[in-house]
């Protein structure tokens, strides 16, 4: 039977009962869905990968990001990460990536201006986890990534959408390709929601995660 679009917290419950009780350890999810955003660029938009910048928040999602810059570098393309998040509230995942690009030496920067030598953005600033209206630096770098020309490629969510309703949470990326995890979301199914995500592609929906519980 196909699976109804979920929640959040529907979301977070699925990962926590995959993580802790399954057992499947916390980054060998991120790695999966870091290698489906992988797979769907590099199948998906072979002719356009000259200058991929990949937007990180500090949080999960940007760690996601930051495991799609590794895979992406390694297989020889250009990539910058452009890094919005507060360091400080950076997660252990996103720790444990940003560990890993230091060793392969993919530049990174806090200069908005690297969008436009993008040919592929990477929207890694919010997935799930966005619970207030984007502002500040935020909100600026969102108004940057839609006043490009390249292909925007969301990781999970359009940055700026809620998962639940598809509302904007004041400003949200509007996005080529969607790339979300495990079950489709509400709010990529209404709203500005299924607007902004563009083309959407479930990854991983073949039996990691247990939807029984
Ligand atoms: N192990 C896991 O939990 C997995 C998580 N995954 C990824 O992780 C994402 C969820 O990660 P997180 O829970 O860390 O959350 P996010 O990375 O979506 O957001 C990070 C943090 O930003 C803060 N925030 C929310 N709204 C904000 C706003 N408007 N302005 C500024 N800060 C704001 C919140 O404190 C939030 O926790 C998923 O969407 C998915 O991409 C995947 O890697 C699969 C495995
Ligand atoms: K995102």
Redesign the pocket.
């Known amino acids: 039977m196909k699976q109804a679009p979920i929640t959040a917290e529907q979301?977070?419950h699925y990962?926590?009962y995959t993580?802790n009780t399954i057992g499947v350890p916390?980054?060998v999810?991120?790695e999966?869905?870091?290698l489906a955003v992988r797979d769907e660029i590099l199948n998906a938009f072979p002719l356009n990968l000259g200058h991929v910048v990949v937007v990180a928040?500090?949080?999960?999602?940007?760690?996601?990001g930051l495991?799609v810059a590794r895979l992406l570098h390694i297989a020889g393309v250009q990539v910058t990460i452009l890094n919005v998040?507060n360091p400080d509230?950076a997660?252990d995942?996103?720790k444990v990536q940003d560990k890993i690009c230091q060793y392969y030496q993919i530049p990174q920067t806090t200069d908005l201006a690297v969008l436009k030598q993008a040919t592929l953005i990477v929207d890694?600033?919010?997935?799930?986890?966005?619970?207030?209206?984007?502002?500040?630096n935020?909100a600026d770098a969102i108004k940057a990534i839609n006043d490009c020309d390249a292909v925007v490629v969301a990781?999970?969510?359009p940055s700026?959408i809620n998962t639940d309703s598809g509302e904007v949470?004041?400003v949200a990326v509007k996005a080529t390709t969607t790339v979300t995890?495990a079950f489709n979301k509400v709010g990529l199914t209404k709203g500005a929601g299924q607007k902004y995500a563009g083309r959407i592609i479930i990854a991983d929906d073949m039996g990691t995660y247990a939807t029984d519980k």
Request: glycine share 22%.
């Open positions: 979301m977070r990962d926590s993580i916390s980054l999810l991120m999966r869905a870091a928040g500090s949080g999960n999602n940007g760690g996601d495991d998040g509230h997660s995942e996103h890694a600033m919010f997935g799930i986890g966005i619970d207030r209206p984007v502002k500040g935020y990781v999970d969510m700026g949470m004041g995890f």
